[in-house]
């Protein structure tokens, strides 16, 4: 049996010497590489440590990638940032949080002009499929750029609160905090969330792969499609699809919206978060529910009223927690005044900001 006494490094290259005793006492001297091959697996574990860092800080975390594709879900963030961005902020008095509907509905313009505003003072911060969490993020990250504001309109509806839905949501991935994606139903998915966290890069795998896809096909970056002329938000969707309206495709959407509805959670409470912080910032709120198709409201009157009420109940109690308001535009125009079964045109807009009162 042979018995090592002590060892100390040689040199620079990972060489030790070490002092052995055998089973007959003698001690004797021996070079050993055993600790060089250890330093290697080291330094490899450590350089691709930093790759990885590297790649998440300046590639899978950078908006700008993100933003070659400013049609997507998650470019679309990067491109109403860069509008805002191009405006004097100071300005700006009247801002809007919201989704799709509240882009194509509530029109800086024509709000400006109802209020008795500039244009330039109003701005609409909403995103195609926006939910709480992503409204109260974007305001958070540019609220200080905003010393001026004065009033907030939040647009909801109750898809935007269905918290089972935020799992397959990539705005989500990208904007959620470790704490808001371990507020998610079941427990896989919770894990799923929190590595996607940790890493970008896995957690908006299915995002930047297709866009590789696309950037290898010669098709990125793209520019927007009104080329940046419509200053103040992302730009209304103009074109009508007759065969988006009708009873068959609103029952599709509201069947799409209500899966597994889950009213209370991560997005209802970053609606909460929202509405408690422009309390505290002295920021006047209105929650607004836009119209939808009256095909659309039959539906979910007969399939989910008790959603929609309780949905209703909680907004409206949120509302006046902090001092806001809620107001439910009823569905009274007809398919004329819309481009699908949820989304006005800009008929439907000027009728719309017509009536609203802040």
Request: hydrophobic share 40%; aromatic share 10%; glycine share 6%.
């Amino acid at each position: 049996m042979i018995l090592s006494i002590f060892s100390f490094k040689l040199n620079k290259k990972g060489s030790f010497l070490q002092l052995v005793r055998n089973e007959k006492g003698e001690v004797t001297l021996r070079r050993s590489k055993r600790r060089r091959k250890q330093s290697w697996w080291m330094r490899g574990f450590l350089w691709a440590l930093l790759l990885v860092a590297l790649c998440e800080a300046f590639i899978f975390r950078n908006p700008a990638l993100y933003g070659m594709s400013p049609a997507s879900f998650i470019g679309q963030i990067t491109d109403v940032e860069k509008r805002l961005e191009s405006q004097n902020t100071a300005k700006i008095k009247l801002l809007v949080l919201g989704d799709s509907q509240s882009m194509d509905a509530l029109r800086p313009p024509l709000l400006a002009a109802r209020y008795g505003l500039k244009p330039d003072e109003v701005f609409n911060l909403s995103i195609s499929g926006g939910k709480a969490v992503d409204m109260l993020h974007l305001y958070e990250k540019h609220k200080q750029d905003l010393p001026n504001l004065q009033h907030v309109i939040i647009s909801v509806n109750e898809h935007q609160l269905n918290a089972s839905t935020d799992f397959s949501d990539n705005k989500f991935r990208y904007h959620a905090t470790l704490a808001e994606r371990l507020q998610v139903p079941h427990f896989e998915n919770k894990m799923d969330l929190a590595f996607g966290w940790l890493l970008y890069s896995y957690g908006l795998r299915e995002v930047w792969t297709e866009m590789a896809k696309l950037y290898w096909e010669d098709k990125l970056p793209q520019p927007p499609r009104d080329q940046y002329k419509y200053k103040w938000g992302l730009p209304p969707v103009e074109a009508r699809e007759a065969n988006h309206l009708g009873p068959a495709y609103a029952a599709e959407v509201a069947k799409r919206w209500m899966r597994d509805y889950q009213l209370k959670g991560v997005e209802t409470n970053a609606l909460e978060r929202l509405m408690k912080e422009l309390s505290k910032q002295g920021v006047s709120f209105t929650v607004v529910q836009l119209p939808r198709t009256q095909a659309f409201e039959t539906i979910m009157k007969k399939q989910y009223a008790s959603e929609q009420a309780a949905y209703r109940h909680l907004v409206g109690e949120l509302s006046t927690r902090y001092n806001g308001r809620f107001i439910i535009i009823p569905p009274t125009l007809d398919d004329s005044y819309f481009r699908d079964a949820n989304h006005v045109n800009k008929k439907g807009a000027e009728k719309i900001t017509a009536e609203l009162s802040l």
